[in-house]
């Protein structure tokens, strides 16, 4: 069965800082996709980066990089330089090829202090 | 401009008044899916559809229905609801790609039911 692990509830940083969100996942399936999203306190989910199991290169978006371990089953979002405007939930979630559902991990909530 | 659009944005309504939450996605896409989500639970699938005519259980289904008439529309109703079904509601749609797993899901801005 697929499992999004998200062991951070909640995460501080200061305005320009980088930081690291943590996802683990579990699946059998050796093709899959995996998805990061925001979520701000008006409550949209907004997709951010996107990596699949068999990219080479880590995904990167902007300020947005994603840090793909395959062998250790991770998948960490890092924000560099980060903005007031990015304190939100953040959700890790995976999708496996021939599947359409997301599943999602519960979530970190990052706070951007100045 | 590429939309996902729930109604109603927040309703309070009262145990066993049933109630219908309308999705409408504008980019033409096979896949919508409705998820709720809960404090500590992160977000869990309720149904999905694959196409018109196409609809199958999610992993919390139970209370729930779902129609997929026209391929825009994929309403969630809730025949008789209960406090335990109080929660954000989102609807999502992506293309199906016969197989990738590389469309991000576009979602709805969300519902909060309140059920009292």
């Known amino acids: 069965a697929q499992k999004i692990t998200q062991t951070q509830p909640g995460m501080f940083v200061q305005e320009k800082e980088a930081v690291t969100l943590d996802c683990t996942y579990d699946?059998?399936?050796?093709?899959?996709?995996l998805f990061w999203y925001k979520q701000p306190s008006s409550g949209e989910m907004i997709f951010l980066i996107y990596?699949?199991?068999?990219?080479?290169q880590n995904a990167t978006e902007g300020r947005y990089s994603l840090n793909f371990q395959k062998a250790r089953k991770s998948a960490n979002l890092v924000i560099s330089a980060s903005q007031l405007g990015d304190s939100a939930m953040y959700f890790c979630?995976?999708?496996?090829?021939?599947?359409?559902?997301?599943?999602f991990g519960t979530g970190t909530r990052l706070l951007v202090s100045p | 401009e590429a939309q996902v659009t729930q109604n109603p944005r927040y309703l309070i309504t009262v145990t066993g008044k049933k109630l219908t939450v309308t999705c409408s996605q504008n980019?033409?896409?096979?896949?919508m899916s409705w998820y709720r989500q809960d404090p500590g639970l992160g977000l869990r699938q309720i149904y999905y559809?694959?196409?018109?005519?196409?609809?199958d259980k999610g992993d919390v289904p139970e209370g729930y229905k779902v129609s997929r008439k026209e391929k825009r529309n994929f309403p969630l109703i809730l025949e008789s609801p209960s406090p335990n079904q109080t929660s954000l509601y989102f609807c999502?749609?992506?293309?199906?790609?016969?197989?990738?797993?590389?469309?991000?899901?576009?979602f709805g801005d969300g519902t909060r039911l309140s059920i009292l």
């Open positions: 980019m033409n896409h096979e896949y």
């Open positions: 990596q699949g199991s068999y990219d080479q």
């Open positions: 559809s694959m196409n018109v005519e196409v609809t």
């Open positions: 979630a995976m999708r496996n090829t021939g599947f359409q559902k997301l599943v």
């Open positions: 999502a749609s992506s293309p199906w790609t016969g197989g990738g797993s590389n469309q991000p899901q576009h």
């Open positions: 699946t059998s399936d050796p093709s899959y996709g």
